[in-house]
Structure formats: C-alpha cells, structure tokens
C-alpha cells in the first residue's frame, strides 16, 4: 500500500496534539477535523522538497521543507501514525511555488519512479501550495500526518 501522508491546518502544536489523541491518532483530512489535502505518496521532506527546490532553482536539501515530530511524543516503530509540524520558512517557500511550471520535472525525479502523471502532480501541488498560502494568511500551523 505505500505510506500515507496528509496535509492539513490546524493552530499551535498542543492544539493538534489533543485533536489527534481525542480521535485515536485518525488523519484529520480522513477524519474531516481539519482543512487538508490528502496527498498519498508525496513525502513530507523529500518528495515535497524536490518540488521546492525546483521552483526554487536549487538543489534539494532537508532543509528545504525543515520541520519537526509533533504527535506522538516520540515514534519508536516508525510506522505511525505521526504529525510534524512546518517551519514558517518551509510553508512560505511552499507558498511559492508555480504548480504547472514545477509539476513536469517534479515527475521526472527519483521518489516518483517514472510513473508520475504531471497533470496529476500539479494539481495536488496547487492543492498544497494553496493550503500553504492560507496557513500564512490565517496564521495556522501547516502539518503532515503520516502513516504506512
């Protein structure tokens, strides 16, 4: 099945924390709790991160899309589910980026495999840089839930 990754808004850190442990740990996109985009394989750090180094015009680093583990407290096994929460700098950045210039040579890149439709990729790239755009305009907390 691959891993699960969902994107969404919510405020501070410990109000998503107590959502999250009120609803057994359950997507908030999946579970309607939360605005979000529910963007199945595209990885929270590198497969984002490729977009946003394209758009960007520099090569890919971690810190493109820097965040930090937020829910649960710590996640020994891996397999989730978890949260992390975004830099500000990670969400404006995001923000930024032109989905219909970035989509085609965003499918090229490895995380994709080469069975990527870049229409497809654009429009959930448009979904997620619109939802960045509204964290910053409503001064939320842009989130990824993630689980295998």
Known sequence: MGVLYDYFLCGEPAQMRQLLDEHSGQSPVIAGLCEGVDAKG????????????????VP?????????LVWPADDDDGEGPFVIVYTRLAVELL??????????????TEEFGGRADPSDLAHVLAELTALARKAIAEDKHLYCWCSL
Not at 42 to 57: E, K, N
Not at 60 to 68: R, Y
Not at 95 to 108: E, F, G, I, S, T
Request: aromatic share 8%; glycine share 8%.
């Open 95 to 108: 923000a930024k980026v032109d989905a219909a210039r970035v989509a085609p040579p965003w499918a090229l």
């Open 42 to 57: 595209i990885d929270y750090t590198v497969g984002l991160g490729q977009a946003v180094a394209l758009s960007q015009g």
């Open 60 to 68: 890919w680093s971690v810190d493109l899309m820097a965040n930090e």
